[in-house]
């Protein structure tokens, strides 16, 4: 159950109007200090209403809630892919001939993932123990 804040009383819990007295009559005879309690909420300043529907943006809301968001590729994959890229690179500048030389940076490049994966690879190997090669 929900609650809304009372639209009768405004959230006061007492109205100027007497409740017995009709919406669209202004005029009454007052009885004195002119606050009484409010017969929609009856002085509680809230009224339940009943559970709706959730939207539609909602519920995708609390769908997205539950799953984590998008995390990376591994390091390891992301090397290695680099790693196929340059390889293919390299092999596209051999078959065109000798108007195009290879990089030296491609090698450098090559040199320091291939140390990178070796790094993840003793990594591995030590998390997961007892891996028998
Ligand atoms: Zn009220």
Redo the contacts with the bound molecule.
């Keep these: 159950m929900l609650y809304q804040l009372?639209?009768?009383?405004?959230?006061?819990?007492?109205?100027s109007k007497p409740p017995w007295i009709a919406g669209d009559v202004n005029e009454w005879i007052s009885s004195g200090g002119g606050n009484y309690v409010?017969?929609?909420?009856?002085?509680?300043?809230?009224?339940a209403v009943p559970n709706q529907e959730p939207e539609e943006d909602m519920l995708v809301d609390e769908i997205n809630l539950e799953k984590p968001p998008l995390g990376l590729m591994p390091r390891k994959l992301h090397i290695e892919n680099r790693i196929t890229d340059i390889l293919n690179a390299m092999i596209r500048y051999v078959e065109v001939g000798k108007n195009y030389s290879i990089p030296d940076e491609w090698y450098d490049e090559l040199r320091s993932l291939g140390k990178d994966i070796s790094i993840i690879n003793e990594k591995e190997n030590n998390d997961g123990g007892g891996k028998v090669s």
Excluded at 6 to 15: A, E, L, R, T, Y
Excluded at 38 to 47: F, P, Q
């Design positions: 009372c639209p009768k009383c405004n959230g006061q819990g007492i109205v409010c017969g929609v909420c009856n002085g509680a300043k809230i009224i």
